[in-house]
Nanobody, 125 residues
């Protein structure tokens, strides 16, 4: 399984970006997918996840209400719509696949098997 994240860039505070993550290889529609990020000088942290069924989503408190994860028609592509961006959202964003549980939208990085290379989001103040 290979994951290709894209859509990062430079945006001003209050702006929006949409990240995409396309999975290729033996990826099935029932795999859960998630987004994590690593801010400068910090550990990787959870952002959002969607279960394979699409019925369950999880968000970190810091992005809840501003970010939306989606996966139209159970495609092998997951999106992260990011609105009302803040400088503290600056990070490298990684997508990942959790192949173990159809109904889980996990926030634990240990539950994810495959990881993309990351895309940089920079929010200027």
């Amino acid at each position: 399984v290979q994951l290709q994240a894209s859509g990062g860039g430079l945006v001003q505070t209050g702006g929006s970006l949409r990240l995409s993550c396309e999975a290729s290889g033996p990826v099935f529609s029932w795999y859960a997918m998630g987004w994590f990020r690593r801010a400068p000088g910090k550990e990787r942290s959870f952002v959002a996840a969607m279960s394979g069924s699409g019925r369950s989503t999880t968000y970190s408190d810091s992005v809840k209400g501003r970010f939306t994860i989606s996966r139209p028609n159970a495609e092998n592509t997951v999106y992260l719509q990011m609105n009302s961006l803040k400088p503290e959202d600056t990070a490298i964003y990684y997508c990942a696949v959790d192949e173990a549980n159809y109904n889980r939208a996990s926030s634990r990085s240990a539950d994810y098997t495959y990881w993309g290379q990351g895309t940089l989001v920079t929010v200027s103040s």
